[in-house]
């Protein structure tokens, strides 16, 4: 009986083990269709590009990765953080994908590499309300202009307006909502920005602030996602991702969510000249 009772509990003790066996090993066997994280990095003060609303990260780039990733197959998470440290931290690999509203530009191209275009940009001089500046006036006269720090837009004061013997003072922010503050406050007399942020702002801000000029730069400038150096396997993803949004409407859709009015254009968009990131055959497209 004691022999019998043993036997007994040694098969018993043998199956649990081979189901334990067989559950480990489905286990195992379905992580190799986990979907791999890519890590994000946003500056999040940038709206309608990104923002934070409730704790989350929204816009138009967030959420359009994030149709993106669902596309692809991957997941991703974003990691908040200044727009002068992005390229940085791409560089040294604490993000995967730089993702705000980020001008392609061929400086920047010989440190990163960039997606193909989805958004073609026009820049406004913003003034409060009851300024009587022309953009033409804000840009110059010795007036002091508010621009956010390590952007094109900086770049553009400095090299176009400054550079061109234009009498202006740039004053310099980390973030483009605290340009903003100042300019409400009477800190400074224009701020030079994005259209869709100041077009923002303005209608958040209806009675304070107003856009007092547009520029159309030249060559014209455009947004790109970024990834590091040399990973043409992420780029060739993000890639087929944003034509594949734009394909099914998805893109559209984003974009409207938060700028009911805006004209959506062809994606991918013009090219600029001198981004080796876009040489032909371009990684992700079909030619």
């Known amino acids: 009986m004691d022999c019998v009772f043993w036997y007994d509990k040694l098969e018993l003790t043998m199956r649990v083990i081979c189901i334990l066996l067989i559950a480990l090993a489905a286990m195992l066997g379905s992580t190799a269709t ?65 993702v705000t509203g980020l001008t392609v530009t061929p400086e920047r191209a010989q440190q990163i590499d960039f997606t193909v275009p989805w958004w073609q940009i026009k820049l406004d001089v913003m003034v409060p309300a009851d300024s009587d500046l022309t953009a033409e006036q804000a ?34 922010y980390e973030q483009g909502t605290t340009a903003l503050q100042d300019l409400l406050i009477g800190r400074i007399d224009a701020q030079f920005l994005d259209d869709d942020t100041a077009q923002k702002f303005v209608a958040d801000n209806p009675d304070k602030v107003k ?71 371009i990684p992700g497209l079909s030619q």
Do not use: C
């Open 211 to 281: 856009i007092a000029g547009k520029i159309n730069p030249q060559p014209p400038q455009v947004y790109a996602l970024g990834v590091a150096k040399g990973n043409t396997k992420l780029l060739k993803q993000l890639n087929a991702g944003e034509v594949a949004i734009y394909k099914s409407g998805q893109w559209a859709k984003i974009v409207h969510q938060y700028m009911p009015n805006a004209e959506v254009s062809e994606v991918p968009g013009e090219m600029p000249a001198g981004i080796d990131s876009y040489k032909t055959p």
């Open 34 to 98: 986990w979907a791999k994280t890519f890590v994000a990095g946003i500056e999040p003060s940038f709206p309608p590009w990104a923002s934070m609303d409730h704790g989350k990260v929204v816009g138009i780039a967030p959420d359009a990765v994030r149709a993106i990733a669902k596309q692809q197959g991957f997941d991703v998470k974003f990691r908040s953080m200044s727009f002068s440290s992005l390229i940085p931290a791409l560089k040294a690999g604490k993000i995967d994908i730089l």
């Open 139 to 172: 840009l110059g006269n010795g007036h002091t202009i508010g621009v956010q720090t390590g952007t094109s837009n900086y770049d553009y004061l400095k090299n176009q307006v400054a550079g061109q013997g234009k009498d202006i003072n740039i004053k310099t």
